[in-house]
């Protein structure tokens, strides 16, 4: 035969908790809410190219159609800091290929205009390199 259990001792203290995450992309074809307003969201459900400005770093393009072709990059990157970035999503079902303007990007291994291959339900990042108009895509 054993004794009663003694009593619970009081709990640790808890540390405090982080800030939210990102929330994911939603269903199908329609990208989730963005929850924090530093995070840039651009959709492009139409259209041949996507037109890209220093204002718009740090964006990602949540592409949904098959028929983007290009993006066109500042003709400047004057006052621009090495490792801004855009952010491109396929989810168009389809794989797509781009071709830059206003730029160059090192990609496998050589330096030109595209075309980028991005395959459907995967993404590039295209972040400044800090010299005239030349990118490294990854």
Known sequence: MTGMDGIQGA????????????????????PGPTGNG???LSAVSSGTSITVTTASLGTTYYITTSGITGITLPASMSGITAGAFWLFQNTSGNGISITLTNGTARYNGTSN???????????????YSGS???YIVF
């Open 11 to 30: 709990l640790g203290w808890t540390g405090p908790i982080g800030p939210p995450g990102f929330p994911g992309w939603g269903g199908g074809t329609t």
């Open 38 to 40: 530093n995070f840039n």
């Open 113 to 127: 205009s595209g075309p980028i291959p991005m395959m459907t339900s995967a993404g590039i990042s295209l972040v």
């Open 132 to 134: 005239n108009t030349s």
